[in-house]
C-alpha cells in the first residue's frame, strides 16, 4: 500500500500516510458574416434552416460545409475600415479636450437596474459608438447572442450549447436543449442543494464520529475554484451573509502544492469537516491528487472506512460515472452539465453547493437573482443596443484591443470584498478569448483577447499604477459602490473611511484621462529640470461602473456583466469564446514528465533522450537534490499500468 505521508498529521486507522483551414460546421457562428439569417430567434431543440440547434452533430467529423462566396473575415469589412480610419481621427483627440464637451460626456452613460455605468473617460466620440454598432450589425451581434440563448451549439468545437444564464433562470421558465428542459434540470439540482446544505447547516448531515460539520474545503482549480472563490470572499462582509455564516468555515483547495494542502486543514479537525470535490470533469489531475489526499487525511483521522468518505465526501461534477468510481455516494453528487463551461460554472452546484452550506441557500438565490437581472439586459437584442450593458462594455473592449492596440486591461474594484473578481475575470476572458483562428479555423489578422489583471484599490495604487499613469496605456474599469459593507465613521476625520476610499475612485480616472502638463509643473514651481519626470502625458482611458452596495444580488450583476463582455467580444472577433484547447498540452507534457519522475526515483531509470537537454539537466538536479517524501511501495506504471491501476 502506498504511503501518504504528511509531516504533522497524526496517522490512525492503521493508514501509513497560417492556416486556413475550410473545415467547416454547418452550425456555427461564422456565419454572423453570411448573408443569410444566421440564427434562429431564440428556439431550441429543432432544426431551422441548416443550423441545428440545441443538438448534438450525428458524427464525430463534422460535414464539409461549402465556403460561401461572400465570406470575409470581420477585420475585411467595410464597418472594420472604417473604424480603423477613425481610430487615427481619435489619436488626433485628447481626453482632456473630449471632457469638456458636457453634451458628449452625458450621452456615454448607461444605467440598469440599479448599474451606473460612465463610460465617458473612454477615447471614443459619439461617432465612434455608431461605428462600433455598425460593426455589431456586421457581425450578426444580436443573431449571435440569440443564438447563445436559444442552446444552438456555439461551442463549434466541442459542440455544445453554451447555457450558463439558464443556470440562473427563474423556475418556472423553460428551455428544451437536446429534448431536454434544461431549466427543470437546473432547479432539480438547486433542490437538491437546498435540502442538503439545510441539513449540513442544521447539523442533521453529522460527520462519522456524530459531530456537525461546520468547515467545508471545496476542492477544485481553474473555473472550479476561481469564481466560488470570488463570491466567497463577497459575501463574506455582507452583514446578512455574515450572520448567516456564523460558526462556519470555508476554504478553498486548489493548488496541487502540499503547502495547498496543510494551509487548508492545518487549523481544522477532519471529524468536523466535509469536502466538496468540485469538477467539471473528473479528470484533472491536481484536483483528483488533491481529493486522494483529502480523503486520506479524513482516513487518517477517523479510520479507513466506506462510512467516512461517504459523510465527509461530496461532489460537483458533470461526470457521475466517475465519481461514484472515486466512491463518493451518488446521492451526494451535485450534477452539472457539459453546456456549462467551467470558467462560467459558478453559478451551478460548483458554487451553489459550497456557498449555500456557509451562506444559506436564500443568499445563493439573490446572487442568482442579480446574475439573471443582468441576463435579461444581455438578451434584450430587441431594444436599443445603447442601453446594454455587456454589448457596451464589449464594444469597448474591442475598440481599445483591435483599434487602439492597448494590450492589457485592468479591473479595479474599490471594495475590498472584491479582491479575487480580478483574478476570477482574467480566467473568464483570457481563457475564453486567448485565441489565435475564427470560428472556421482561419488565423485572426486582428489583435484579440487582452491581458486581463487587477487589484483592489486603492491598494492597486501603491503597487502598479505608477506604470498606469507613465507607462504603457491600460484601459481600466473602476467599480465602486454608494454604501459600505461596513461604514466607519471615527470621530474627528474629515470624511468617513469609506469616502477616503472613494475620493480615490473618483480622482483616479481623472489623474488617468487629464494628467500633468509641463506648464501645470511650472505653475506649481517645480524646477525645471525635474519637469520631464512629473509631466504625465494623460489621455488614458478608464470607465466606471457605480453600484448601490456590495450584497449577493450586485455581486451576481458583477459575474453576468463581465460574462456577457467576454462573449461580446469573441461574438464580434468571431472567434470561439467557449473552448480552451491551448491548455491541453502542457497537461500531456505534464503526464510524460510524471511517469518520468516515477521511474527515475524508484526504479532509477535513466531520463529520456525524448526530453531536450535543458529539461533533463533540470529534472536530474531537481531528483539529485530533493530529500523528504519516498513511498514504502511505489507505483510502477509498467506493472500498474497493465493491470487497470491509474496513475491518476
Ligand atoms: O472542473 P475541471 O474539469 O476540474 O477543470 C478545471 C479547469 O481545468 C482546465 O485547466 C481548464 O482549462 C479550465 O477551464 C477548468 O476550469
Same mark, same amino acid.
Given at each position: 500500500?502506498?504511503?501518504?505521508?504528511?509531516?504533522?498529521?497524526?496517522?490512525?486507522?492503521?493508514?501509513?500516510?497560417?492556416?486556413?483551414?475550410?473545415?467547416?460546421?454547418?452550425?456555427?457562428?461564422?456565419?454572423?458574416?453570411?448573408?443569410?439569417?444566421?440564427?434562429?430567434?431564440?428556439?431550441?431543440?429543432?432544426?431551422?434552416?441548416?443550423?441545428?440547434? !440545441?443538438?448534438?452533430?450525428?458524427?464525430?467529423?463534422?460535414?464539409?460545409?461549402?465556403?460561401?462566396?461572400?465570406?470575409?473575415?470581420?477585420?475585411?469589412?467595410?464597418?472594420?475600415?472604417?473604424?480603423?480610419?477613425?481610430?487615427?481621427?481619435?489619436?488626433?483627440?485628447?481626453?482632456?479636450?473630449?471632457?469638456?464637451?458636457?453634451?458628449?460626456?452625458?450621452?456615454?452613460?448607461?444605467?440598469?437596474?440599479?448599474?451606473?455605468?460612465? #463610460?465617458?473617460?473612454?477615447?471614443?466620440?459619439?461617432?465612434?459608438?455608431?461605428?462600433?454598432?455598425?460593426?455589431?450589425?456586421?457581425?450578426?451581434?444580436?443573431?449571435?447572442?440569440?443564438?447563445?440563448?436559444?442552446?444552438?451549439?456555439?461551442?463549434?468545437?466541442?459542440? =455544445?450549447?453554451?447555457?450558463?444564464?439558464?443556470?440562473?433562470?427563474?423556475?418556472?421558465?423553460?428551455?428544451?436543449?437536446?429534448?431536454?428542459?434544461?431549466? =427543470?434540470?437546473?432547479?432539480?439540482?438547486?433542490?437538491?442543494?437546498?435540502?442538503?446544505?439545510?441539513?449540513?447547516?442544521?447539523?442533521?448531515?453529522?460527520?462519522?464520529?456524530?459531530?456537525?460539520?461546520?468547515?467545508?474545503?471545496?476542492? @477544485?482549480?481553474?473555473?472550479?475554484?476561481?469564481?466560488?472563490?470570488?463570491?466567497?470572499?463577497?459575501?463574506?462582509?455582507?452583514?446578512?451573509?455574515?450572520?448567516?455564516?456564523?460558526?462556519?468555515?470555508?476554504?478553498?483547495?486548489?493548488?496541487?502544492?502540499?503547502?495547498?494542502?496543510?494551509? $487548508?486543514?492545518?487549523?481544522?479537525?477532519?471529524?468536523?469537516?466535509?469536502?466538496?470535490?468540485?469538477?467539471?470533469?473528473?479528470?484533472?489531475?491536481?484536483?483528483?491528487?488533491?481529493?486522494?489526499?483529502?480523503?486520506?487525511?479524513?482516513?487518517?483521522?477517523?479510520?479507513?472506512?466506506?462510512?467516512?468518505?461517504?459523510?465527509?465526501?461530496?461532489?460537483?461534477?458533470?461526470?457521475?460515472?466517475?465519481?461514484?468510481?472515486? !466512491?463518493?455516494?451518488?446521492?451526494?453528487?451535485?450534477?452539472?452539465?457539459?453546456?456549462?463551461? +467551467?470558467?462560467?460554472?459558478?453559478?451551478?452546484?460548483?458554487?451553489?453547493?459550497?456557498?449555500?452550506?456557509?451562506?444559506?441557500?436564500?443568499?445563493?438565490?439573490?446572487?442568482?437573482? +442579480?446574475? =439573471?437581472?443582468?441576463?435579461?439586459?444581455?438578451?434584450?437584442?430587441?431594444?436599443?443596443?445603447?442601453?446594454?450593458?455587456?454589448?457596451?462594455? @464589449?464594444?469597448?473592449?474591442?475598440?481599445?484591443?483591435?483599434?487602439?492596440?492597448?494590450?492589457?486591461?485592468?479591473?479595479?474594484? #474599490?471594495?475590498?470584498?472584491?479582491?479575487?473578481?480580478?483574478?476570477?475575470?482574467?480566467?473568464?476572458?483570457?481563457?475564453?478569448?486567448?485565441?489565435?483562428?475564427?470560428?472556421?479555423?482561419?488565423?485572426?489578422?486582428?489583435?484579440?483577447?487582452?491581458?486581463?489583471?487587477?487589484?483592489? +484599490?486603492?491598494?492597486?495604487?501603491?503597487?502598479?499604477?505608477?506604470?498606469?499613469?507613465?507607462?504603457?496605456?491600460?484601459?481600466?474599469?473602476?467599480?465602486?459602490?454608494?454604501?459600505?459593507?461596513?461604514?466607519? $465613521?471615527?470621530? +474627528?476625520?474629515?470624511?468617513?473611511?469609506?469616502?477616503?476610499?472613494?475620493?480615490?475612485?473618483?480622482?483616479?480616472?481623472?489623474?488617468?484621462?487629464?494628467?500633468?502638463?509641463?506648464?501645470? $509643473?511650472?505653475?506649481?514651481?517645480?524646477?525645471?529640470?525635474?519637469?520631464?519626470?512629473?509631466?504625465?502625458?494623460?489621455?488614458?482611458?478608464?470607465?466606471?461602473?457605480?453600484?448601490?452596495?456590495?450584497?449577493?444580488?450586485?455581486?451576481?450583476?458583477?459575474?453576468?456583466?463581465?460574462?456577457?463582455?467576454?462573449?461580446?467580444?469573441?461574438?464580434?472577433?468571431?472567434?470561439?469564446?467557449?473552448?480552451?484547447?491551448?491548455?491541453?498540452?502542457?497537461?500531456?507534457?505534464?503526464?510524460?514528465?510524471?511517469?518520468?519522475?516515477?521511474?527515475?526515483?524508484?526504479?532509477?531509470?535513466?531520463?529520456?533522450?525524448?526530453?531536450?537537454?535543458?529539461?533533463?539537466?533540470?529534472?536530474? =538536479?531537481?531528483?539529485?537534490?530533493?530529500?523528504?517524501?519516498?513511498?514504502?511501495?511505489?507505483?510502477?506504471?509498467?506493472?500498474?499500468?497493465?493491470?487497470?491501476?491509474?496513475?491518476?
Amino acid at each position: 500500500m502506498s504511503a501518504f505521508v504528511v509531516p504533522g498529521w497524526p496517522l490512525r486507522g492503521g493508514v501509513a500516510g497560417s492556416r486556413r483551414s475550410r473545415a467547416l460546421y454547418p452550425h456555427h457562428g461564422s456565419a454572423g458574416l453570411l448573408r443569410r439569417r444566421a440564427f434562429p430567434r431564440c428556439t431550441a431543440g429543432d432544426v431551422r434552416g441548416s443550423y441545428t440547434v !440545441g443538438r448534438r452533430l450525428p458524427s464525430e467529423t463534422p460535414p464539409p460545409l461549402p465556403v460561401p462566396t461572400d465570406y470575409v473575415l470581420i477585420s475585411e469589412t467595410a464597418e472594420w475600415r472604417r473604424l480603423v480610419e477613425h481610430a487615427s481621427e481619435i489619436d488626433r483627440l485628447h481626453l482632456r479636450e473630449l471632457m469638456q464637451d458636457v453634451d458628449r460626456v452625458r450621452s456615454l452613460r448607461a444605467e440598469y437596474d440599479g448599474i451606473y455605468l460612465d #463610460y465617458s473617460r473612454q477615447r471614443v466620440t459619439k461617432d465612434t459608438i455608431e461605428l462600433l454598432f455598425a460593426l455589431a450589425r456586421r457581425a450578426r451581434l444580436v443573431d449571435k447572442i440569440r443564438a447563445m440563448q436559444s442552446g444552438a451549439h456555439i461551442n463549434v468545437t466541442e459542440r =455544445r450549447a453554451v447555457l450558463h444564464t439558464a443556470l440562473r433562470a427563474e423556475r418556472n421558465a423553460s428551455l428544451v436543449v437536446d429534448g431536454t428542459d434544461v431549466v =427543470r434540470d437546473v432547479w432539480r439540482v438547486l433542490d437538491h442543494v437546498r435540502e442538503f446544505s439545510e441539513r449540513v447547516r442544521s447539523g442533521e448531515h453529522r460527520g462519522a464520529t456524530g459531530k456537525p460539520l461546520r468547515s467545508v474545503i471545496a476542492v @477544485g482549480i481553474g473555473g472550479s475554484y476561481l469564481g466560488p472563490d470570488f463570491v466567497h470572499e463577497a459575501f463574506r462582509t455582507d452583514p446578512e451573509a455574515f450572520e448567516a455564516a456564523r460558526g462556519r468555515h470555508l476554504h478553498f483547495l486548489s493548488n496541487v502544492d502540499p503547502v495547498d494542502i496543510k494551509r $487548508c486543514t492545518q487549523d481544522l479537525s477532519a471529524e468536523e469537516t466535509l469536502i466538496v470535490i468540485v469538477s467539471k470533469s473528473f479528470t484533472t489531475a491536481e484536483t483528483l491528487l488533491n481529493a486522494r489526499a483529502m480523503r486520506e487525511w479524513l482516513w487518517s483521522e477517523m479510520g479507513r472506512s466506506d462510512e467516512v468518505v461517504r459523510l465527509h465526501m461530496v461532489a460537483c461534477s458533470s461526470n457521475v460515472p466517475m465519481v461514484e468510481k472515486f !466512491g463518493i455516494d451518488p446521492r451526494n453528487t451535485f450534477e452539472f452539465w457539459d453546456w456549462v463551461g +467551467g470558467r462560467y460554472s459558478v453559478c451551478s452546484a460548483v458554487g451553489a453547493l459550497p456557498l449555500s452550506i456557509q451562506y444559506g441557500f436564500p443568499t445563493f438565490l439573490r446572487f442568482l437573482e +442579480g446574475a =439573471r437581472s443582468v441576463d435579461a439586459n444581455f438578451y434584450d437584442v430587441a431594444s436599443p443596443l445603447a442601453g446594454n450593458l455587456p454589448v457596451i462594455m @464589449g464594444l469597448l473592449g474591442v475598440w481599445n484591443l483591435s483599434f487602439l492596440g492597448y494590450k492589457s486591461r485592468a479591473l479595479h474594484p #474599490y471594495a475590498e470584498a472584491l479582491l479575487k473578481f480580478p483574478a476570477h475575470i482574467q480566467q473568464v476572458d483570457m481563457e475564453s478569448n486567448g485565441k489565435h483562428v475564427t470560428l472556421r479555423g482561419d488565423d485572426v489578422d486582428y489583435a484579440v483577447g487582452e491581458i486581463d489583471f487587477g487589484e483592489p +484599490g486603492t491598494n492597486g495604487q501603491h503597487s502598479f499604477f505608477q506604470l498606469l499613469h507613465m507607462g504603457q496605456t491600460v484601459p481600466c474599469d473602476f467599480i465602486g459602490f454608494i454604501e459600505s459593507q461596513y461604514p466607519l $465613521c471615527i470621530e +474627528g476625520e474629515p470624511v468617513s473611511n469609506a469616502d477616503e476610499l472613494m475620493a480615490n475612485f473618483f480622482a483616479q480616472p481623472d489623474a488617468l484621462a487629464y494628467g500633468k502638463t509641463a506648464a501645470e $509643473c511650472r505653475a506649481e514651481g517645480r524646477p525645471e529640470w525635474l519637469i520631464p519626470h512629473l509631466v504625465t502625458t494623460g489621455n488614458r482611458p478608464s470607465l466606471t461602473l457605480l453600484l448601490q452596495r456590495l450584497d449577493p444580488y450586485a455581486t451576481g450583476q458583477l459575474l453576468a456583466l463581465y460574462e456577457h463582455r467576454t462573449a461580446v467580444q469573441g461574438f464580434i472577433w468571431d472567434i470561439n469564446s467557449f473552448d480552451q484547447w491551448g491548455v491541453e498540452l502542457g497537461k500531456v507534457l505534464a503526464k510524460r514528465v510524471r511517469k518520468q519522475l516515477n521511474e527515475s526515483r524508484y526504479f532509477g531509470r535513466p531520463i529520456s533522450e525524448e526530453f531536450n537537454a535543458s529539461t533533463r539537466d533540470l529534472m536530474e =538536479r531537481y531528483l539529485r537534490g530533493q530529500v523528504g517524501c519516498v513511498f514504502n511501495e511505489p507505483f510502477d506504471y509498467h506493472r500498474d499500468t497493465d493491470t487497470g491501476r491509474s496513475p491518476l
